[in-house]
């Protein structure tokens, strides 16, 4: 869905675990601030306080096994209550919505990286979504081995989520993932390369957004 005159537009940002997609949402935040553009900044799994409920499910470690179809499941119930009581209020009064992660990483994750099937997934999202489809995404990129060390550096002495267990061929098939969409769908998919500085991968991001006319 594209947004008309004076509707927010809905900006998500995808990656690899340790990318810096926390990193440059914040930077993104403060260069609308800067100008004056009315925003907010969201993130999925989760989102709204029923939604968040959800993320610990699916985040937490535990003894009985969730299967992927219900992980897959899990992740589209929390898009969908994040959807009618967070997303779209807020794109309708006007402000952007900066959300880190959104549908793509449900196509990286459970399709790419836990073989789930990409038609199935799309048949979900026609669900859960209708027509609402981020108006830019933006891929963060790093080989796997930078992102695992950053995030290994940030998380030292901290209990690991379900994902942050998972080993480094998982996340090169949801890398390989994240670059064929990106391929698939130039225009609404920017690859930025993460291995920059923050302050270079920021410049990058507002460029973007520049030429596209949304910001000057
Ligand atoms: N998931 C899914 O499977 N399906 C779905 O549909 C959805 C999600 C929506 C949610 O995790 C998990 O849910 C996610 C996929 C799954 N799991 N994984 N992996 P999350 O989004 O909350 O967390 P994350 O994806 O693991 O992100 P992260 O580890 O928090 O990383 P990040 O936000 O991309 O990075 P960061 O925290 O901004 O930066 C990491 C560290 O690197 C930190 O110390 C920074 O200071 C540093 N950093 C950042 N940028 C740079 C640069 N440019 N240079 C050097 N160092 C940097």
């Not at 810096?20 to 930077?27: L, M, P, Y």
């Not at 992660?101 to 669900?127: C, H, K, P, V, W």
Request: charged residues 25%; contains cysteine.
């Amino acid at each position: 869905m594209n947004v008309g005159a004076g509707a927010g537009r809905f900006l998500t940002f995808e990656g690899i675990e340790g990318v810096g997609k926390t990193t440059q949402v914040a930077r993104v935040a403060s260069a609308l601030t800067a100008r004056g553009v009315a925003h907010v900044v969201t993130r999925e799994p989760g989102g709204t306080p029923l939604a968040e409920k959800i993320r610990e499910l699916v985040l937490s470690p535990r003894e009985e096994a969730l299967p992927p179809v219900a992980e897959l499941l899990l992740m589209f119930a929390a898009r969908g209550v994040h959807l009618a009581n967070y997303i779209e209020p807020n794109l309708s009064a006007g402000r952007w919505v900066i959300c880190d992660r959104f549908t793509d990483a449900t196509y990286a994750y459970q399709g790419a990286g836990r073989g789930m099937n990409m038609a199935d997934i799309g048949r979900l999202e026609s669900l859960v979504q209708g027509p609402r489809r981020p108006d830019l995404t933006l891929v963060l990129d790093v080989p796997v081995a930078v992102g695992l060390a950053r995030s290994a550096r940030r998380d030292l002495g901290k209990t690991r989520d379900r994902f942050e267990r998972e080993r480094a061929d998982f996340f090169e098939r949801v890398r390989d993932g994240y670059l064929g969409r990106a391929r698939a769908e130039p225009e609404r998919i920017a690859v930025i390369d993460a291995t920059r500085s923050v302050d270079d991968v920021a410049a990058a991001i507002v460029q973007v957004l520049e030429s596209r006319s949304w910001i000057s």
